[in-house]
Every structure is written in structure tokens, then in C-alpha cells.
């Protein structure tokens, strides 16, 4: 283990691979991580019913790289292939369904947030630790401040993960060089969890931009037996990016019935009785707009964004910005 140390802000798909990737060189990694879990938009909540993926529901792979990720995935059980019974509606472009390679389409196993599983090795993780100032001891060092007035370092260099707007908010006070952030735009997504009584009398598994209100509906993958027997058809609804702007600050229970009312109206069938049903907001879900680089970095190249918002609105976009950010702060702190 060098004396380098180096700090990780987010533990989701890009800051572990950055931490993984800098781990490996015998650095001396701490991940700052606001949520009580891992994994950020590789989202899986747990309900007295088993456990929805509300966040990310799939991912695939572009790059060589990342598909070798997901084999990898696969022999440690993280990762599997699924192949669902898609309906694709009129607001599907033909770009996207150009994209629609189903045999190539990846799950965590046996939820999505366990798809970071390969990249969590013996570096320390402190969770719900939010950070909310990144503060210049010198030339060579910095300390982070959290939201519960703790200060941790120094660092030599760090690694900032979070969404664009929060990354902005802590990179912009240090230098003009992170001003490219600000034009960085990501869309919010109303997602809903719903656990019907019976199943679904749908002839598929999942629907892509099924209508203007849901850009997404799928079946979630059960993983355990009471979830079968007390639960058979758990559906996640995520709401399109226009439609959650419009309802971005609406109360749960309205998203909810307005979401299941597009559910039963796209679907054309009566909704069963629901066993439970619940809604998260993703205030910050998906890049529109990418900063078009796959880092950036400043304050001597020892202060990096990264995240899937640099590339593009996919996990295999935060992998591969991650990925990138630890190969420039070891080329900067090793060369």
C-alpha cells in the first residue's frame, strides 16, 4: 500500500470503478457515499414483498471493456442474462428500436444493485456521509466536509462521482475549469413500485415509451420464494423525462394513481388488486445533454468529475468515465 491517498465522492457504477481501478495500483482509497446502500441508480428497494429495481432496470455493453465486465459479473453470480417479452409502443423512436439486441441484455443477480459486486474490495466505504465541501489545504492536498460538520483527510487527490448539478456545486467554488459542468443536462424520473394480488393478464414482460406519460414498464424479477408465494406479479413504472418534469414536485400518492391509470390504459386490461405500491423520485435520472468527455479534471489534475453523465445516460457510460478518472490520477500521481 503507497501513502497516496484518495478520495471517492458516490459509490455507484463510476466511483467504484474509479475506487476499484486505484485500489488495484496499492493506493489507499476511502468512498464518501450520501445513501445507506451502493450502487446509486442500480437501485433495489427492499419491501415486506422481496425487493422492486427501481432504478436502472438493465444494462448493455458497447465497449469491449465493459462487456468483459459483465462476464466477469457473471462468474461471481452478479449478473445475468434476461431476455423479457418486450412491447415496444408508438412512442418508441427508430433509434431505439434499432438498439433492441435482447440477447444481449444483463440484470444483477438477484438484484440490479449486485452488479457492482466484482468492483467492492477491501477499501473503506462510508456510507451516509454526504459531502458538501471540497476544501484546498495546498497545492497537493484537500479535505472533505460532510453534512454533519466531519472533516476527513487530508487527500492527495479526489474523485468527484455525483450527479452533474451536485458535482457542480463542489467543483465550481475551486476553479473556472469546472464551469463545462453547468451545461450538463439530466432529466428526473417519478419511478413506481406495485405489487399486484394476481398477475397481470398481459401477453409481455416489459413495454418500452408504451405512451407519453411512461417511458418504461416491466415485471420485476422476483428472487425468493415468499416473494412468489405472497407477491406473484411485481411491476416497476418509470415515468418519462417530460412527464416527470411536469410532476416533479407532485405528492406520491397522485404520481401513483396517475402512473397506474397510464398502466391500465396503455395495457388494456383491468390493473388486479394491489398488494402494496410505492414511488421514489429521481430527482437526477438520466443525461440529456453529456458533458462529451469522459472526465474532467483541474486543481493540477488532481481533482476529477466523472460519472455517466460526462459520456451519455448509460451504466456502461459511468463505467467507462470511472474507469478513465482513475487512469488520469494515477498518470498525474505516478506517471
Not at 47 to 74: D, I
Not at 230 to 255: G, T
Not at 260 to 284: F, M, N, T
Amino acid at each position: 500500500m503507497t501513502s497516496i491517498r484518495i478520495a471517492i465522492i458516490g459509490a455507484g457504477m463510476a466511483g467504484l470503478k474509479a475506487a476499484s481501478t486505484l485500489h488495484k495500483t496499492g493506493m489507499n482509497v476511502t468512498v464518501f457515499e450520501k445513501s445507506r446502500g451502493l450502487g446509486g441508480r442500480l437501485a433495489s428497494r427492499r419491501t415486506e414483498f422481496g425487493h422492486f429495481n427501481h432504478g436502472a432496470q438493465y444494462v448493455t455493453a458497447r465497449h469491449p471493456g465493459f462487456a468483459a465486465y459483465l462476464e466477469q459479473a457473471k462468474s461471481f453470480n452478479a449478473a445475468q442474462n434476461w431476455k423479457p417479452n418486450l412491447h415496444h409502443g408508438q412512442e418508441t423512436s427508430p433509434q431505439q428500436l434499432g438498439n433492441l439486441a435482447l440477447d444481449h441484455w444483463y440484470q444483477g443477480a438477484p438484484q440490479m444493485n449486485k452488479l457492482i459486486g466484482p468492483l467492492v474490495e477491501p477499501f473503506e466505504i462510508l456510507k451516509q456521509h454526504q459531502i458538501t465541501r471540497i476544501e484546498q489545504l495546498n497545492t497537493r492536498s484537500f479535505a472533505l466536509h460532510d453534512d454533519l460538520d466531519g472533516k476527513f483527510g487530508p487527500f492527495d487527490g479526489v474523485i468527484v462521482t455525483a450527479p452533474a448539478p451536485q458535482t457542480a456545486e463542489l467543483l465550481q467554488p475551486l476553479s473556472q475549469r469546472y464551469d463545462p459542468i453547468g451545461d450538463v443536462v439530466m432529466a428526473p424520473c417519478w419511478a413506481v413500485m406495485a405489487a399486484f394480488e394476481t398477475p397481470l393478464p398481459t401477453a409481455f414482460d416489459a413495454m418500452l415509451h408504451p405512451s407519453p406519460a411512461i417511458s418504461w414498464a416491466a415485471r420485476s424479477n422476483p428472487s425468493d420464494d415468499l416473494f412468489h408465494r405472497r407477491c406473484p406479479d411485481p411491476w416497476v413504472l418509470h415515468a418519462s423525462p417530460n412527464w416527470s418534469r411536469d410532476h416533479l414536485e407532485d405528492d406520491q400518492q397522485r404520481v401513483i394513481e396517475k402512473l397506474l391509470g397510464a398502466l391500465r390504459d396503455v395495457s388494456g386490461v383491468k390493473l388486479p388488486d394491489l398488494h402494496s405500491v410505492q414511488a421514489h423520485r429521481w430527482r437526477y435520472a438520466r443525461t440529456e445533454t453529456p458533458l462529451g468527455s469522459s472526465h474532467l479534471n483541474g486543481m493540477n489534475g488532481r481533482v476529477i468529475a466523472a460519472g455517466d453523465w460526462c459520456l451519455g445516460a448509460r451504466v456502461e457510460a459511468a463505467w467507462r468515465s470511472g474507469q478513465s478518472a482513475a487512469h488520469a490520477m494515477i498518470e498525474t500521481l505516478i506517471g
